[in-house]
């Protein structure tokens, strides 16, 4: 429990971590890289085009990941009573969780990455997240590429040239061919590759749970749920506004109704 309790931790401080040095990244090596383009207009250069891409990505996937926080699951403290408290809270839609010590409403799982249990309050804030994380990690990644193929005369036209600048590089940075900011922007393409492919995979996990009506403890548990249309599943975590939420970071507005149903 010790080890789980400082993960819980460490890893929101690693996620921190790596948006900080991809900010970083962007704004004095990436964006530099692009003002240097004399035919284009200072409108459409595409240092803009980049800054304000990178931006609303970043944004949206910094503010979901605060409201993810923010929104915590309820705490059914009733649940922890006696077993004719607890017969009321219905058993496929509540979990108590070791990590945050209380019983949430149709609990899906904790990530350690927020810190936070992942309910029907925070689920849609979480699947943004998610989402736009993994599109800023593999903008992120196309940016470093063009910046290091520019940077070092790399061609990347065949498809295994990816695969090999690791091997490669890392020999050229020990004979010093290679600079220690060029070496750190290579490491940091692989580290972004990874990251945006993981959380598209998870991304897509979730949506299909949200499809069939279930979560990942129901799975995990064997609970058999209700057959109901994919649209009203869909429309119990993302709410009529759906379209305003994946824009503008904003607070789940499908949480009373899933409230209602789990009651």
């Known amino acids: 429990m010790l080890a789980l309790r400082l993960l819980n931790v460490v890893a929101p401080a690693y996620f921190l971590c790596i948006s900080l040095v991809t900010f970083v990244l962007q704004l004095f090596l990436f964006l530099p890289s692009m003002r240097e383009d004399p035919t284009a207009t ?3 250069s595409p240092a803009v085009l980049h800054g304000a891409l990178f931006l609303f990505l970043s944004a949206n996937a910094l503010g979901n990941y605060i409201l993810v926080i923010q929104n915590s699951p309820d705490d059914l403290g009733t649940c922890q009573g006696t077993s004719s408290q607890r017969s009321q809270c219905p ?6 969780c070791r990590v945050c010590s209380r019983v949430t409403l149709r609990h899906d799982h904790h990530c350690f990455f927020t810190g936070n249990c992942i309910g029907s309050r925070n689920m849609r804030n979480f699947i943004l997240f998610c ?4 599109l800023a990690c593999l903008y992120s990644m196309v940016a470093g590429v063009a910046y290091i193929s520019a940077v070092l005369s790399i061609s ?5 040239a990816f695969l090999t600048l690791l091997p490669t590089s890392i020999s050229q940075f ?6 220690g900011s060029d070496m750190f922007v290579i490491l940091m393409l692989y580290l972004w590759f990874a990251v945006g492919l993981a959380c598209a995979g998870f991304c897509c996990h979730q949506l299909l749970l949200i499809l069939r009506g279930q979560t990942r403890y129901q799975v995990r548990k064997g609970v058999a749920v209700r057959a109901r249309p994919w649209r009203k599943n869909l429309q119990e975590v993302f709410g009529k506004r759906w379209l305003l939420g994946l824009l503008v970071p904003m607070f789940n507005v499908g949480t009373e109704s899933a409230k209602q149903q789990d009651k």
């Open 131 to 134: 989402l736009y994380t993994s």
């Open 174 to 179: 020990f004979s010093g061919a290679v600079l």
């Open 91 to 96: 058993p496929p839609s509540t979990h108590f």
């Open 42 to 44: 200072p409108l459409f």
């Open 156 to 160: 990347f036209a065949h498809p295994l």
